[in-house]
Every structure is written in C-alpha cells, then in structure tokens.
C-alpha cells in the first residue's frame, strides 16, 4: 500500500537562503538514553526560544527498549533490557549499538509548521540515505518507518530498516529516526516492533542485506541526504 506522503511537496522544509546552518553533531561512545532525551529537552527550548540553533545529534545507545505515546504493555515479549517511556509517537522499539540514531531538532515555526510534511521529510532523508548503498527504502500506508522488499523471503514480505519516531514542543521538534546498520536484530525479537506483528514483517539492517558498510559510511550518506531534504549543516 503507497503512503499518500509520497505526494506532500517537500520544498518549504529547508530555511531561506543565508539562514544559519544546522549544527551536525556526532557523539563516538555510547549515550545513556535518559542523558539523550535531558538534552534534547534542553536544546529545544533554547532553540525555541532563539538562543541556540538548530541540530542534528548521531549517536548509539546502549542496549534498550524504549515506549511510545501508542505502546501496549503486551508488545514487550521479554523484558531483558531496561524500558524507558518517552513523549514520542509511536510504540515499543528497540536501539543498541550497531543502531544509527538521530535526533533531529529543527524549528518548525521557521521552517514549516506542518507534522505531516515533517514526518514524509524525515522519510525522504532516510529513503534518500538508503539510495547510496543501493537499497530502495519505501514508505507504506499503514506501517511507520521506511522498510525494504524481501522478496527471497517469500511472497509479500518487507523488513523495516528504518524507525521514526517524533515530539514537538513549541513547534521545535526532538527525538527522530534509528536506521539499522548492523544492531544484534535478535534483541528486536523481544519486542512486537513498532506493534507490527504480521509475520510477513520483519526488521533487517544494512549488513544484513548484505552490505559491507560502516557507520562511518552511513554517516557521510546521512549528511548528504539531511542537506538535500533540509539545507545546509556545519
């Protein structure tokens, strides 16, 4: 099922010509979540209220499950990591390391006060991501996320390989997208993932289809398709 995003012009999520540029930040160890989520909280308000710009945070997590505004308490199978509830959309999700998160902080009120525009630009970067290591990433109707065909895993089934997941507060927005490059897809198997529970769904990563990249070569492509979508970063 095409997701009628497909079809939202993209065009006025970037800022005007000679706006400040995103400041990309790359953390190289690990970040506890509940240390992520205190400074995310803290950058929007200063972005919010003009005194910091706008940023785009790559990190990993330690191994964790974390619960969205829609979770359902059945959907953890096996609680072997630590749950931490979150102010995003969506539902239960995994992130550990081999995981690239990104945590997006962009001022909407500037840019596009539109949710749904938002959500399809965050799509189209990770689609856009995805097309330089050759993997077609597609959005769907009814599922969140981006997800790839698996045709030889038999008819009608896709992997998702891509989460998203987003809050606004004053129309700067937080949390964001997790794109699988080599996490342990065992810990997911803990989880109803995103509650999809379709057994022709599954989840899979970069190194998993196949691809011998690192997350060093997925951040490079990450920047390059954030720029395309949102403009320039620094």
Known sequence: MINDRETIDLERLSLPHGAPAVVWQISDSPVAYPEAV????VRAAAIAAGEAPELVWLLEHPPLYTSGTSAKP???????????????????????????????MLDLKRRRPDVRAY?????????????????????????VGVWVKRPDKGPGHEDKIAAIGVRLKRWVSFHGIAINVEPDLTHFSAIVPCGVSDPRYGV?????LGLPVTMQDVDVALRAAFEQVFGPTR
Request: negative net charge.
């Open 119 to 143: 959500v399809a630009g965050l799509e189209q970067w990770i689609i856009a991501t995805l097309e330089h290591f050759n993997v077609k990433g597609e959005r769907r109707e009814d599922r």
């Open 38 to 41: 205190a400074a995310m909280e």
């Open 204 to 208: 899979t990563s970069l190194v998993d």
């Open 74 to 104: 059945a959907d953890l199978l096996d609680p072997r990591f630590p749950m931490y509830p979150t102010g995003r959309g969506g539902q239960i999700t995994y992130h550990g390391p081999g995981q690239r998160v990104a945590y997006v």
